[in-house]
């Protein structure tokens, strides 16, 4: 590269990472009813993940290719009592490398901190907050299910799902996990270093790249707004379900209660005797069918949890990664570049006062060799920016490969709405010809209420 200077790119320019370049002077470091279509994560297709013919900067999946690429379980594994505090475990399996191992929290954190360094380009999704003191189920089962949500867009992201150290924290089973992921990625430097496109990310680019992504990050922001009021939505529908089943139970057993009531009759209400026990005999045979009916309520609630609610943090989390890529690419490589740009304008200037004031020569060369220094940082900062830019454009295409997600997430909600509704009401259906005892009317004529239906087609 020669002397000239590069105008910065501006402010508004969309990705990329903090932590490619230790610093400015130096070379970065080498680091019954209608069912819905509900999308099934089937077994991998290798075909599926191989390299785009033509132009690398597309990518060529469909959401079902990447759903299918690997199905994360995480679960919990029994608290153990340490020395002097208990820690939590997870039993992690892979359906595509057909691995269990154990995982501790902090095991997920170095994990993490190793996918930073090796993709600064990348969406890395966030993990959970660490634990905090006095942490109850709620919060474990929580973290439980983002780390579950967390390690299944990393399994599904095609850079992240083709590295050793996926496949490594997926399957090793040694006693110290956190060094040989440390160990693994030491000295391999980041993508960048070791992509063979990299130098050449430019050539691939759209000539409107800062309006496109300007507008894409826009849209994102839009979208993870709307996504999070929907899934609050969704919580609290969930959350009414689990709740309704508590309120139905209780009303049951309160009936129960009504029905098992041992207190003796007054004498003013002797004449009333047969009638007051054939109606605690009634309610005490309800309790069972609200039972059944609290059963299928929170049967409705924790599917709705699983199959709604949870998909859609899943979307969520790889919006945020998005929103996250973008500041670090505005924090990182585009900042240190145009501080680059800017230091090596005031040793130009330096050069030229020199050249005019007649320096020593040992001077004026020594000065030219950190302009040449200058010069090279710079030019690998430019081909990081691009390099970023390259890397986001392909993350904007990998969100819009989510966006079909919707669709399921849709279906499984109507879904979940029409299998409870129709389960509940077969069993209110199956309880109503037990009411009938509980209506006497004049000379033990049985007369149950009617349903307004059934009143607007009676004549007055």
């Given at each position: 590269?020669?002397?000239?200077?590069?105008?910065?790119?501006?402010?508004?320019?969309?990705?990329s990472?903090?932590?490619?370049?230790?610093?400015?002077?130096?070379?970065?470091?080498?680091?019954?009813?209608?069912?819905?279509?509900?999308?099934?994560?089937?077994?991998?297709?290798?075909?599926?993940?191989?390299?785009?013919?033509?132009?690398?900067?597309?990518?060529?999946?469909?959401?079902?290719?990447?759903?299918?690429?690997?199905?994360?379980?995480?679960?919990?594994?029994?608290?153990k009592?340490?020395?002097?505090?208990?820690?939590?475990?997870?039993?992690?399996?892979?359906?595509?490398?057909?691995?269990?191992?154990?995982?501790?929290?902090?095991?997920?954190?170095?994990?993490?901190?190793?996918?930073?360094?090796?993709?600064?380009?990348?969406?890395?999704?966030?993990?959970?907050?660490?634990?905090?003191?006095?942490?109850?189920?709620?919060?474990?089962?929580?973290?439980?299910?983002?780390?579950?949500?967390?390690?299944?867009l990393?399994?599904?992201?095609?850079?992240f799902?083709?590295?050793?150290?996926?496949?490594?924290?997926?399957?090793?089973?040694?006693?110290?996990?956190?060094?040989?992921?440390?160990?693994?990625?030491?000295?391999?430097?980041?993508?960048?270093?070791?992509?063979?496109?990299?130098?050449?990310?430019?050539?691939?680019?759209?000539?409107?790249?800062?309006?496109?992504?300007?507008?894409?990050?826009?849209?994102?922001?839009?979208?993870?707004?709307?996504?999070?009021?929907?899934?609050?939505?969704?919580?609290?529908?969930?959350?009414?379900?689990?709740?309704?089943?508590?309120?139905?139970?209780?009303?049951?057993?309160?009936?129960?209660?009504?029905?098992?009531?041992?207190?003796?009759?007054?004498?003013?209400?002797?004449?009333?005797?047969?009638?007051?026990?054939?109606?605690?005999?009634?309610?005490?045979?309800?309790?069972v069918e609200?039972?059944?009916?609290?059963?299928?309520?929170?049967?409705q609630?924790?599917?709705?949890?699983?199959?709604?609610?949870?998909?859609?943090?899943?979307?969520?989390?790889?919006?945020q990664?998005?929103?996250?890529?973008?500041?670090?690419?505005?924090?990182?490589?585009?900042?240190?570049?145009?501080?680059?740009?800017?230091?090596?304008?005031?040793?130009?200037?330096?050069?030229?006062?020199?050249?005019?004031?007649?320096?020593?020569?040992?001077?004026?060369?020594?000065?030219e060799?950190?302009?040449?220094?200058?010069?090279?940082?710079?030019?690998?900062?430019?081909?990081?920016?691009?390099?970023?830019?390259?890397?986001?454009?392909?993350?904007?295409?990998?969100?819009h490969?989510?966006?079909?997600?919707?669709?399921?997430?849709?279906?499984?909600?109507?879904?979940?709405?029409?299998?409870?509704?129709?389960?509940?009401?077969?069993?209110?259906?199956?309880?109503?010809?037990?009411?009938?005892?509980?209506?006497?009317?004049?000379?033990?004529?049985?007369?149950?209420?009617?349903?307004?239906?059934?009143?607007?087609?009676?004549?007055?």
């Amino acid at each position: 590269m020669t002397g000239r200077a590069m105008d910065p790119l501006p402010a508004a320019a969309v990705g990329s990472a903090a932590e490619a370049e230790a610093d400015e002077e130096a070379e970065p470091p080498a680091t019954g009813s209608p069912v819905l279509p509900v999308i099934e994560w089937g077994d991998p297709d290798p075909r599926s993940m191989q390299m785009p013919q033509g132009n690398p900067l597309l990518l060529p999946y469909t959401l079902q290719e990447l759903l299918a690429r690997d199905s994360v379980q995480v679960e919990l594994i029994p608290e153990k009592k340490g020395l002097f505090l208990k820690h939590v475990e997870y039993e992690v399996s892979s359906q595509r490398f057909k691995t269990s191992v154990c995982r501790r929290y902090n095991d997920f954190v170095v994990f993490h901190e190793m996918l930073l360094h090796k993709f600064p380009y990348r969406m890395v999704p966030a993990l959970p907050p660490k634990r905090v003191l006095g942490a109850d189920r709620e919060f474990i089962e929580g973290r439980r299910r983002a780390l579950k949500r967390f390690i299944n867009l990393v399994a599904r992201h095609p850079p992240f799902s083709e590295d050793t150290t996926l496949k490594l924290f997926l399957s090793f089973s040694g006693p110290d996990v956190q060094n040989r992921l440390r160990e693994a990625a030491q000295g391999v430097g980041d993508e960048f270093l070791n992509c063979k496109l990299a130098t050449r990310a430019k050539d691939f680019l759209p000539a409107d790249i800062q309006t496109q992504f300007a507008m894409s990050r826009e849209l994102i922001r839009n979208l993870y707004n709307s996504f999070y009021k929907l899934r609050d939505r969704a919580e609290r529908i969930a959350s009414r379900a689990i709740d309704n089943a508590a309120d139905l139970l209780i009303f049951g057993k309160e009936l129960s209660a009504l029905g098992s009531d041992m207190t003796p009759l007054p004498s003013w209400a002797t004449l009333h005797l047969s009638t007051w026990a054939s109606l605690k005999q009634a309610l005490k045979g309800l309790s069972v069918e609200f039972a059944v009916l609290a059963d299928k309520a929170a049967q409705q609630g924790r599917q709705e949890e699983n199959d709604v609610v949870e998909k859609l943090n899943l979307f969520l989390d790889l919006l945020q990664a998005y929103k996250d890529l973008c500041e670090r690419h505005e924090k990182g490589v585009l900042h240190k570049h145009q501080r680059a740009l800017h230091k090596y304008g005031l040793m130009k200037r330096q050069m030229m006062s020199a050249a005019v004031q007649n320096c020593e020569p040992e001077s004026v060369e020594q000065l030219e060799s950190r302009i040449v220094e200058q010069e090279n940082v710079i030019q690998t900062m430019e081909l990081r920016n691009y390099f970023s830019l390259y890397c986001l454009h392909q993350e904007t295409q990998l969100v819009h490969v989510y966006l079909p997600l919707t669709s399921h997430i849709l279906g499984a909600f109507v879904n979940s709405q029409i299998q409870g509704h129709k389960e509940m009401s077969k069993v209110w259906n199956d309880l109503k010809p037990k009411l009938s005892c509980l209506f006497t009317g004049p000379h033990s004529v049985l007369t149950p209420p009617r349903s307004p239906a059934e009143d607007s087609l009676c004549p007055h």
